[in-house]
């Protein structure tokens, strides 16, 4: 997966934001990424703070762009945008102050093309990654929410990799059908990007008809607007997991379904179940989880785990970037 990423970004190389230049994680991902031609890391903060980071510790960032809010060129200029941006909401002084943070900062140079993409959260929390991504890059026409979706990969036994969508397991805590249709149109989106042909199943306790319920009938309703919105997507649901994932399960349960026993893109009722299921994948199904990545927004902005190693900055960064090329 990720050579197939890094042959898209030879192509077309990017510029990355990471809002915590200083952070010794940020680092050592980005002296990796820059032992290649393909991504150019922009480091929000000190200047000297950073440079003395990376000699103390012995990673090589020269090639990096740093850029320190406090010294910034062109601040007056990113503090009139961010006021047109925020317009009644945020004075000229709120734009300032808040344009003094690395989360900010870092949002407004993808805003004004100083950068392709966003990759924090190695300090910050995910609401405040997210709350400047709503504020200035905000959701892309046709979406009303930001959503998340995690990429599962694992060996399988012909050698290849097995790669899975599922979604939303970070962002949105219980979505409605309309919402649940959206997460799954970008992530049908999301998918492709990363080589999966989508096959969408909408999850529940119930495979089609089997249980009643709530929640049942949304996952259902949700289902049949995702077919209207979608017809070249292979959809189904409700399905309940194994059904969707098993064909002697499918076969019993639902065995004119095109997706039962197939499916690589799963769609959840809630956050509680997305979580849940992902971590569960994770920890005793052997898969390599990443995410979460944002969808719905107008440029690439993702968001790290606070306990992520500078491997996983690495990788996100490379996912990060590849989203670019749905903006070419």
């Known amino acids: 997966?990720?050579?197939?990423?890094?042959?898209?970004?030879?192509?077309?190389?990017?510029?990355?934001?990471?809002?915590?230049?200083?952070?010794?994680r940020i680092l050592e991902a980005s002296a990796r990424l820059l032992s290649g031609t393909f991504l150019t890391p922009v480091l929000v903060g000190n200047v000297g703070e950073i440079q003395a980071a990376a000699e103390e510790i012995g990673f090589n960032i020269r090639g990096a762009e740093i850029m320190d809010p406090e010294n910034f060129p062109d601040m007056d200029k990113m503090v009139?945008?961010?006021?047109?941006?925020r317009k009644g909401k945020m004075t000229e002084e709120?734009?300032?102050?808040?344009?003094?943070?690395?989360?900010?900062?870092?949002?407004?140079?993808?805003?004004?093309?100083?950068?392709?993409?966003?990759?924090?959260?190695?300090?910050?929390?995910?609401?405040?990654?997210v709350r400047p991504a709503l504020q200035v890059i905000k959701t892309k026409p046709g979406c009303k929410i930001v959503s998340s979706c995690f990429i599962l990969v694992r060996p399988s036994a012909t050698g290849d990799r097995e790669v899975l969508a599922m979604a939303d397991c970070a962002i949105n805590i219980k979505p409605n059908e309309d919402e649940l249709v959206e997460i799954a149109a970008e992530t049908a989106c999301t998918a492709r990007i990363f080589g999966i042909d989508p096959k969408i199943a909408f999850l529940s306790y119930s495979t089609l008809g089997?249980?009643?319920?709530?929640?049942?009938?949304?996952?259902?309703?949700?289902?049949?607007?995702?077919?209207?919105?979608?017809?070249e997507v292979d959809i189904d649901g409700e399905l309940q997991f194994d059904a969707a994932v098993s064909p002697r399960v499918a076969h019993t349960k639902c065995p004119e379904s095109k997706?039962?026993?197939?499916?690589?893109?799963?769609?959840?009722?809630?956050i509680n179940a997305g979580n849940i299921g992902y971590k569960i994948c994770q920890r005793m199904g052997s898969f390599e989880a990443y995410g979460p990545i944002l969808?719905?927004?107008?440029?690439?902005?993702?968001?790290?785990?606070?306990g992520c190693n500078a491997q996983e900055v690495y990788s996100m960064a490379l996912i990060t970037a590849g989203l670019c090329e749905e903006k070419l």
């Open 259 to 270: 997706v039962a026993g197939h499916a690589n893109t799963f769609i959840f009722p809630d």
């Open 80 to 85: 009139e945008t961010l006021v047109e941006l």
């Open 295 to 306: 969808q719905g927004l107008n440029a690439p902005i993702n968001d790290l785990s606070r």
């Open 1 to 24: 997966m990720f050579e197939f990423l890094i042959k898209k970004l030879k192509a077309h190389p990017r510029k990355i934001v990471f809002t915590e230049g200083s952070d010794p």
């Open 94 to 129: 709120q734009c300032r102050a808040a344009l003094k943070q690395g989360n900010y900062f870092g949002t407004m140079l993808v805003k004004m093309g100083y950068a392709d993409a966003l990759l924090g959260g190695a300090t910050y929390s995910t609401a405040d990654t």
């Open 210 to 231: 089997s249980g009643k319920g709530e929640d049942v009938d949304k996952m259902r309703n949700a289902c049949q607007k995702a077919k209207a919105l979608m017809p």
